[in-house]
């Protein structure tokens, strides 16, 4: 079975690549389920609804997200109405949203994903990898084929939950800092993992937002406002094959492609 994790999408010049590139990209690999971390989808921070749509019309079946999924009022109440939106499970019970899911494939094998957030340089928060024992004891029984996606700033963090949570899931896809890492694998007992899966955004920019304000606050100290970048777009992704039956994974494949034709920036 092929699962495709798209890595985070940023503003509208990434939605439109997910939509311009998803079709050919389930023909040749033979997806069968499609996962995104859209934290960034609008206008490069946070998520709409109206963005969450625009995705699964592309042919995106979940959506996860991090610490900026907040950062837009009316994703709130989206949080708990849209089951395929996750926002990470180790925020406080009391926050809209859930941080897990189960969800249905042809077959009979159903997908379970799980959204975790780092802690190291992050936010203070519970902590991932009890809340990932707590959140995998849940799909217990119901299914073998579970994805996580750390969201962490930390490379130590993120090998940190590979190796944890090796053999007891499908894949540890690492996301938030947005550039692809070369250290794709399958673990020793199964998972498939990679520190950062990378963005689909806007290739010549800084993490997909226009470089002039990003070198202006490193520069001066003083805050700026950031936007969308223009140009081509890079699609980043892994594409993963596990076995149904035990969940394990047999390979995991990076995707890097470039969009000529680009985009216009904005949100």
């Not at 009890?130 to 700033?153: P, S």
Request: with cysteine; charged share 20%.
């Amino acid at each position: 079975m092929n699962i495709l994790f798209i890595g985070d999408v940023i503003g509208r010049p990434g939605r439109e690549a997910v939509a311009a590139l998803l079709p050919e990209l389930r023909r040749q690999h033979h997806l069968v389920f499609t996962i995104a971390n859209a934290e960034n989808a609008a206008g490069g921070m946070g998520i709409t609804p109206q963005v969450a749509a625009q995705l699964f019309h592309a042919g995106v079946d979940v959506l996860t997200s991090g610490n900026h999924v907040w950062r837009r009022r009316e994703a709130l109440p989206f949080l708990d109405q849209e089951p395929r939106l996750l926002r990470p499970a180790n925020y406080p019970p009391q926050a809209p949203g859930r941080g897990a899911g189960l969800f249905p494939v042809a077959h009979n094998h159903p997908v379970a994903v799980l959204n975790l957030l780092g802690r190291t340089f992050m936010d203070p928060m519970d902590c991932p990898f009890r809340a990932a024992d707590r959140e995998i004891e849940l799909f217990r029984g119901k299914t073998n084929l579970i994805v996580v996606d750390m969201h962490a700033e930390a490379t130590s963090e993120k090998l940190a939950m590979g190796w944890f949570l090796d053999g007891r899931v499908s894949a540890v896809i690492g996301t938030h800092t947005h550039v692809q890492t070369a250290d794709e694998r399958v673990l020793s007992h199964g998972t498939a993992y990679i520190t950062d899966v990378g963005m689909t955004g806007p290739r010549d920019s800084i993490l997909g937002v226009k470089p002039d304000p990003v070198i202006s606050r490193f520069v001066t100290g003083l805050p700026g406002r950031f936007e969308v970048a223009a140009g081509p777009v890079v699609f980043s992704g892994v594409v993963m094959d596990i076995d149904p039956e035990t969940g394990r994974a047999h390979a995991i494949r990076r995707v890097l492609q470039l969009v000529q034709e680009a985009p216009q920036a904005g949100t």
